[in-house]
């Protein structure tokens, strides 16, 4: 009896990861990327332990180990004048959630994944293919794959849609497209020796501004300072860079003008900047389809503003080998998949989205916000993520 098949749309770390999951219980995986050469996006990523649970299982952070770092602690801090908020400590991260808190270069991950997936038979992975068209039939599901001027036909007994926030599959299961929230991501990664000592600690470090924040943190050993600043504003584009526009210096240092000088500092010393829309969405009230079922941005685009984004694809990913590994029908097999996640993303997305205007507060709202937090104090503090946080040993998460 051949093994069951699953065709992969996408090959971020949403569906690097859910081709791992897959392999491991029993299924052969057809990944197919659009992109002719998978190369990294973005720069730093925070994997808190929700997700690392997940990824320690499939033996991805034992390769990470040498990359990844475990910040201290969260620093909280005040932008017009640097004070200090509050300080989450880390120290306990492992026992209290069940698995580790990291950061790391996005690359890093991806390399990690990608050396995973080459230690399986059972995957293939085709880049510069993209999945054109899909149609379900009783036992399976005929996909069409579009290769340059060449289109093949594939066939699966699923089809996940790991294809990201503007994705087909999600499109063509006509479910709400996402929408441009208003704010912006600049990313740039600093040299450390370039920074102020301050600013190198081996924390993040969360800066809340009128209509905007920073976050930073080191990565690879301390080399360098992953840096994102997130703002208030209009953004257009249609060309190709769509995802990863120049961002010009001179926008930043007049919104970051009333900050801090250490945060300007690091700002300034950044050698260039990239930026990214950061779009939103409603949950929707179904991802699953017959045998057809979307996972990460295609299922749940959310901000950034509880850095969950990668962290929640991975969620999706353990559900999908748990549920898949089951043996059982995959129509059934699927819907129980969304039925472990969907009120769970929903959720993340829900206060991603009232996050994000809390760090973004000015005038009175930010006084009475930077009061309650010294007020809650560190430990009052990490219980807040308590819910986020915590590694079950099924599918990542509990809550």
């Known amino acids: 009896m051949n093994s069951p098949h699953a065709v992969i749309a996408g090959a971020g770390i949403g569906g690097l990861c859910t081709s791992l999951c897959l392999a491991r219980g029993g299924w052969r995986v057809s990944l197919y990327e659009k992109a002719k050469v998978l190369e990294e996006t973005g720069a730093g990523l925070q994997l808190s332990p929700n997700a690392s649970a997940i990824l320690g299982r499939l033996g991805v952070i034992a390769r990470l180990t040498p990359f990844a770092l475990r910040p201290n ?76 001027a060449i289109r093949l036909k594939a066939a699966g007994d699923c089809l996940i849609g790991a294809d990201g926030v503007r994705s087909f599959v999600r499109q063509r299961l006509g479910a709400d497209s996402a929408s441009f929230s208003g704010r912006t991501a600049w990313r740039a990664t600093v040299d450390a020796v370039s920074t102020p000592p301050e600013l190198r600690r081996e924390e993040i470090t969360l ?13 690879r050993g301390g080399a360098v300072i992953n840096v994102v600043a997130i703002v208030d504003e209009d953004f257009r584009s249609d060309g190709a860079d769509f995802w990863s526009s120049p961002g010009d210096w001179s926008f930043l240092e007049a919104r970051f003008s009333g900050w801090a000088e250490p945060a300007r500092k690091l700002l300034r010393v950044a050698p260039d900047w990239r930026k990214w829309p950061l779009f939103d969405c409603k949950p929707i009230a179904s991802w699953v389809a017959g045998r057809v079922a979307l996972m990460g941005d295609a299922a749940h685009p959310m901000l950034p503003f509880l850095a969950q984004g990668a962290a ?88």
């Open 73 to 148: 602690a969260i620093r909280i801090r005040r932008a017009r004048d640097g004070a200090t908020l509050a300080v989450m400590p880390f120290d306990d991260a492992e026992r209290r959630w069940g698995a580790p808190y990291l950061v790391v270069h996005r690359a890093d991950l991806q390399r990690a994944l990608l050396e995973g997936i080459a230690r399986e038979s059972d995957i293939r992975l085709q880049t510069g293919a993209a999945v054109a068209g899909f149609a379900s039939a009783e036992n399976s599901v005929a996909v069409a794959i579009e290769q340059g």
């Open 207 to 219: 800066w809340f501004g009128r209509k905007a924040h920073l976050v930073h943190y080191p990565l």
């Open 312 to 399: 929640q694809a991975i969620e999706d990913s353990g559900a999908l080998g748990e549920v898949l590994a089951r043996g059982q029908n995959i129509e059934t097999s699927l819907l129980a998949y969304q039925e472990m996640r969907c009120l769970r993303a929903a959720q993340v997305q829900r206060e991603s989205r009232r996050q994000a205007t809390i760090y973004h507060f000015a005038g009175p709202a930010a006084l009475l916000r930077d009061m309650a937090i010294r007020a809650l104090g560190p430990q009052k503090m990490l219980a807040r993520y308590d819910w986020l946080y915590n590694a079950h040993p099924a599918n990542g998460h509990e809550g």
